[in-house]
């Protein structure tokens, strides 16, 4: 009998002492989930057996109240579009004000430091506007990276959300900004 009275006692201290499987720990049920805010466009495609694009588009999404997301550039041939990271992202939901940076690589540069090979560039965008429902407009300063102490080149953008495009980012939205952080960007800055 004391056999089972301690095997009992030793069964009830091993469930005690278990999580229960039922309920959440409080950390996973604090997390939210990532947010698809929407993509912002100003890109205009020509048309013709060689397609071109040229404009920008910004892809936002949000955990737990704080924007992250995707800027890219579109230069030249429709495809493989160059892209980064938004970074320093600041972002005033009561104004909607919203500015971030982005490092990007557009191509090569040719300059006097960069050989008769030349480099991959290192493009430097910085913005500065107002995030609403339909529009994210605002100034959009692009400088090298290699002299960023340079004016650079500032124009006025108002991109507008896309709603197909915003669903498409819906159904593909990272599980949590932790995991997009560790994944790749593909066709991503070369510094």
Do not use: C
């Not at 999404?61 to 970074?87: A, C, H, I, K």
């Not at 819906?170 to 066709?187: D, T």
């Amino acid at each position: 009998m004391h056999r089972i009275a301690s095997f009992a006692f030793s069964l009830a201290l091993a469930f005690a002492a278990t999580p229960s499987l039922a309920a959440p720990a409080p950390a996973a049920a604090a997390q939210a989930a990532v947010e698809t805010v929407g993509v912002y466009s100003n890109v205009r495609v020509s048309g013709g057996e060689d397609p071109h694009a040229e404009g920008y588009d910004v892809e936002l999404y949000r955990e737990n109240g704080v924007l992250f997301g995707l800027f890219y550039s579109s230069q030249g041939m429709v495809g493989d579009t160059p892209r980064g990271r938004l970074q320093d992202v600041r972002y005033d939901a009561a104004s909607g004000k919203l500015s971030f940076r982005a490092k990007l690589t557009i191509g090569q540069e040719f300059s006097k430091d960069s050989g008769p090979d030349g480099r991959p560039s290192r493009d430097l965008f910085e913005f500065d506007g107002t995030l609403g429902a339909k529009t994210l407009s605002g100034a959009l300063l692009h400088r090298s990276g290699y002299a960023p102490s340079e004016a650079g080149e500032r124009q006025m953008v108002t991109l507008k959300r896309d709603a197909q495009r915003s669903r498409d980012a819906g159904e593909l939205a990272p599980a949590s900004r932790a995991q997009w952080l560790a994944e790749p960007v593909p066709n991503g800055p070369q510094w």
